[in-house]
T-cell receptor, first 109, second 111 residues
Framework: GQNIDQPTEMTATEGAIVQINCTYQ??????LFWYQQHAGEAPTFLSY??LDGLEEKGRFSSFLSRSKGYSYLLLKELQMKDSASYLC??????????WGAGTKLIIKP | EPEVTQTPSHQVTQMGQEVILRCVPI?????FYWYRQILGQKVEFLVS????????KSEIFDDQFSVERPDGSNFTLKIRSTKLEDSAMYFC?????????FGPGTRLTVT
């Protein structure tokens, strides 16, 4: 079966750095996505990795290792507005997005 | 900035009734999707649509579901006979290349 694992919840302090991990086992791989979702709202795109390595985009970076089936999202200089769920999703061989359950990130002052 | 829009924002219906959820994808996008998210659970893929036909569908997308692109702008999801377990947030998304843009969602409540 297809499976995406990420921690259920994480807590971090404003101004700090947090790393959210994601491991996946899917039928095929055509890219990994990170989305942010605030409660009651739609997911919004953060990053896309299809090749191994680090993609940096402002305060957010995403890393991919295809051989390990592993990715992480790194958030720097945390702000209170970063409190949200972070969803890892993998596009499989059928180009369907398979979603993780999301990591709820709580930022404390 | 262009965005995906969805109507209605909230739909309440009785079990067994038909509902149509509407979406207007971003105008130059070619790929369209419907997802659902039951409260507190993960996002689930329902169907993808390209070139006026379904390209992929999940096991959830059974005979009770259908999609249409009746004109050049709207993209609809129809549920023929709603069940209690269809209560969820339904998101429409579209993309041109890889980044999918999501609409704000329609909250469907089946009573």
């Amino acid at each position: 079966g297809q499976n995406i694992d990420q921690p259920t919840e994480m807590t971090a302090t404003e101004g700090a750095i947090v790393q959210i991990n994601c491991t996946y086992q899917t039928s095929g791989f055509n890219g990994l996505f990170w989305y942010q979702q605030h409660a009651g709202e739609a997911p919004t795109f953060l990053s896309y990795n299809v090749l191994d390595g680090l993609e940096e985009k402002g305060r957010f970076s995403s890393f991919l290792s295809r051989s390990k089936g592993y990715s992480y999202l790194l958030l720097k200089e945390l702000q209170m507005k970063d409190s949200a769920s972070y969803l890892c999703a993998v596009r499989d061989s059928n180009y369907q997005l398979i979603w993780g359950a999301g990591t709820k990130l709580i930022i404390k002052p | 900035e262009p965005e995906v829009t969805q109507t209605p924002s909230h739909q309440v219906t009785q079990m067994g009734q038909e509902v149509i959820l509407r979406c207007v994808p971003i105008s130059n996008h070619l790929y369209f999707y419907w997802y659902r998210q039951i409260l507190g659970q993960k996002v689930e893929f329902l169907v993808s649509f390209y070139n006026n036909e379904i390209s992929e569908k999940s096991e959830i997308f059974d005979d009770q579901f259908s999609v249409e692109r009746p004109d050049g702008s709207n993209f609809t999801l129809k549920i023929r006979s709603t069940k209690l377990e269809d209560s969820a947030m339904y998101f429409c998304a579209s993309n041109l290349v890889y980044e999918q843009y999501f609409g704000p969602g329609t909250r469907l409540t089946v009573t």
